[in-house]
């Protein structure tokens, strides 16, 4: 058909110009890729450490809605004789998900599951990819820590009509329990919202102004921890005001990045509110950059990473709210009593602790 | 020095006698490794060769594939094209806004202003010469941007209501296993490929490409031919933004950056020369297929995790770009 006639022009330099950037543009894209992936096998050897709490249950948070094999249609199974694959979201550069990852691993190793895992970095196209390739790979349960809560539809039709069922782990997935998703195993993020202004009121007397970290946006978690803050600080202190709104992404450059232009505008911020442990870490760092003192601005986060914790006793952060996301444990628990035929919840809550400087010293080595 | 028509490939062209060696290689490359690993996974690897999964993976790549149409006539005449990545993404967004006025409008508003984007950066290329990287980089961030104030900053996720017409058509099978997404892209590609290859438009995308100027002095309409190759990938931008929607069902926010990174590797995998004047929209579907089954084939095979196919893909990138630059300066010119 085509046929490139033999000769082809030297090139000429603006085109080739455009052609070096762009393929140096890619490379960037590449490496830096890489670079995540070689951060988190570094990471791996301090994260999921023994130590950590194990999960638990809060019965009073958890809602009433129950979900039984019946209702939700398949055939009952023994955990040990499926496979079992997990999806997560993110790059296992944070903390959080390096512990969730390990947890996981362990829980399934511990019970002699079959487990395959995938890792979409922060890619949500992937994360669709990736679970439709466990299913493929003949998945029969699957473990999502979905990135997005939204857009879940090709995933979930292709479970439901294989009868797959689903676990969402620390983030939700918008859908009808017991009909797209079997449980939704997490916190209760508008309770670590409230928690986290609670520890704010306490940092400032209830009097100043506030910044607040939003985390990404699109997933129930950022929004939930959002509305708790909020509906705390107005009903408890009405003296702070929350002057300034941005979201960080949940990452620490994002974090670092949007409290060096609110140190720009708000010089005299009194207290910063963020979404995770990643961006409380990147506020600290901008902090100390434009040359303020450690507590001169009350910082509370909420997850509960070593660093963080770290951090309250070297006096930067004021405190932390728990998110723990040791999800291994609960999450086959439930798969377990599922495949049998008992009735599961629908929401599982899960209580998480709190860190301030009158325990963060002694707490420490529950942090992950 | 040849003349424009002379470089513009037909199938009667006088060097077709011995079709050398690293001609097919350019050519059908991908096309080679792409049967090469697809046979080796299919040995190698249990439930690869399945309907079910070489259907996921075509029909998971389709939006990257309508992407890497568009773009392939950009690079074809020697240009880049950075904003379908974000083009995409706003296209989804509007078109799942859009559903709730029906399945026309969903796909009237995303294809209208993901067409306004793509000729805005013609015009801005063709007529106020522009480079086509800075003003493409410009649109990417205005097309972003549009997309977070059309989201409430992305807090707002509009869902496609149920039933919708489009929805059925975008998630059903031909006999059961061809996705029609595949097939909307196969249709696409043989339209796209017989534009490029045989019409008088296609000639002066190469034309453009191979030489701005010796075409200028021949008469192809130069700042036309280039207006109409953004517009063109402006649409399928928008396009597969609606094809997304449906697909998953709500207009997700955090779609999009970095793909059009991957719209570029594909095409270039796909034997299309980034200077310029040479390529084809056949390869640009393999090298779209081949990245989607190398991503599909470490998810399978367990303890890789999938930053690998980054490393692979980036790796392989280079093998490519290099054997290409191998290939062009070992051509003896006229």
């Not at chain 1, 790979?137 to 479970?159: H, R, T, Y």
């Not at chain 2, 094809?243 to 059009?260: D, K, Y």
Request: hydrophobic fraction near 45%.
């Amino acid at each position: 058909m085509q046929h490139d006639p033999q000769e082809t022009e030297p090139r000429r330099p603006r085109p080739a110009l455009a052609a070096a950037a762009a393929a140096a543009a890619v490379l960037l894209a590449v490496t830096a890729c890489a670079r995540t992936e070689e951060d988190a096998s570094e990471d791996d050897g301090g994260g999921g450490g023994g130590e950590g709490q194990e999960q638990v249950l809060d019965e009073a948070a958890a809602g009433d809605e129950t979900c039984t094999l019946d209702e939700y249609g398949g055939e009952g199974f023994d955990l040990t004789d499926v496979r079992v694959g997990f999806s997560q979201s993110e790059a296992e550069s944070n903390p959080f998900r390096i512990t969730e990852t390990q947890s996981i691993v362990d829980e399934a190793e511990e019970r002699g599951v079959d487990l395959i895992t995938s890792n979409a970095q922060s890619d949500f196209a992937q994360q669709i990819n990736d679970v439709q390739d466990l299913m493929s790979q003949g998945a029969e349960v699957l473990i999502i820590a979905p990135l997005n809560s939204d857009g879940w539809k090709p995933v979930l039709d292709e479970a439901a009509a294989e009868d797959i069922p689903i676990i969402t782990v620390d983030r939700a997935i918008n859908g009808t329990a017991c009909e797209d998703f079997v449980t939704f195993i997490g916190s209760d993020f508008v309770e670590q919202g409230r928690r986290a202004a609670d520890q704010m009121i306490d940092a400032l007397d209830g009097e100043g102004e506030v910044a607040v970290l939003l985390g990404a946006a699109g997933n129930n978690v950022t929004t939930e921890r959002t509305e708790g803050f909020q509906e705390r600080i107005e009903a408890e202190a009405p003296g702070i005001e929350i002057v300034f709104e941005q979201s960080g992404d949940f990452t620490r450059e994002g974090g670092q990045s949007v409290t060096e232009q609110l140190v720009q505008s708000e010089p005299d911020i009194d207290g910063i509110y963020a979404q995770n442990d990643e961006m409380g870490i990147g506020a600290v760092t901008a902090l100390n950059g434009a040359g303020k003192e450690s507590g001169e601005v009350s910082i509370v986060t909420v997850d509960g990473t070593e660093e963080a914790v770290q951090h309250i006793v070297d006096g930067w952060i004021h405190g932390v709210v728990e998110s723990n996301p040791r999800f291994g444990p609960l999450a086959f628990e439930a798969a377990e009593s599922f495949g049998a035929g008992e009735e599961v919840g629908t929401e599982l809550i899960i209580t998480d602790r709190a860190y301030d400087p009158s325990n963060a010293e002694e707490e420490l080595p529950h942090a992950y | 020095m040849s003349t424009v028509t002379e470089r513009v490939p037909g199938p009667g062209s006088e060097s077709s006698r011995g079709v050398p060696v690293r001609e097919l290689l350019q050519r059908h490359g991908a096309l080679l490794v792409l049967a090469v690993v697809l046979v080796a996974a299919g040995v190698g690897l249990d439930g690869f060769l399945t309907a079910g999964n070489l259907n996921h993976v075509a029909v998971g790549s389709a939006f990257l594939a309508i992407l890497a149409l568009g773009m392939t006539f950009v690079i074809v005449t020697g240009g880049i094209d950075l904003s379908v990545g974000t083009n995409f993404a706003l296209g989804g967004v509007l078109a799942a806004w859009a559903s709730q006025y029906g399945s026309l409008a969903a796909l009237a508003l995303p294809l209208a202003v993901c067409g306004a984007i793509g000729l805005l950066n013609g015009v801005l290329i063709a007529r106020a010469r522009l480079a086509p990287f800075i003003t493409t980089l410009a649109t990417m961030l205005g097309a972003w941007g549009l997309m977070l104030s059309v989201s409430d900053e992305g807090n707002t996720t509009y869902l496609v209501p149920d039933g919708a017409v489009l929805t059925s058509l975008v998630h059903g099978r031909l006999f059961g296993v061809i996705g029609y997404p595949l097939l909307l892209v196969l249709v696409l590609f043989v339209i796209g490929g017989i534009a490029l290859s045989r019409t008088g438009w296609g000639q002066n995308v190469y034309a453009v490409g191979g030489d701005e100027r010796s075409a200028a002095l021949m008469g192809v309409p130069v700042a036309r031919t280039k207006t109409a190759v953004y517009t063109v990938s402006g649409l399928c931008a928008g396009a597969a933004g609606v094809l997304n929607a449906f697909w998953l069902g709500s207009g997700v926010t955090i779609f999009g950056i970095g793909i059009e990174l991957q719209a570029i590797s594909a095409v270039v995998i796909g034997g299309t020369l980034l200077s310029g004047g040479y390529g084809f929209v056949s390869g640009s579907f393999v090298g779209v297929m081949l990245l989607a089954v190398i991503q599909n084939i470490i998810n399978t095979i367990s303890g890789l995790t999938s930053a690998f196919q980054e490393v692979v893909s980036g790796v392989f990138l280079i093998v490519v770009v290099l054997a290409q630059s191998r290939l062009s300066r070992s051509r003896p010119r006229a």
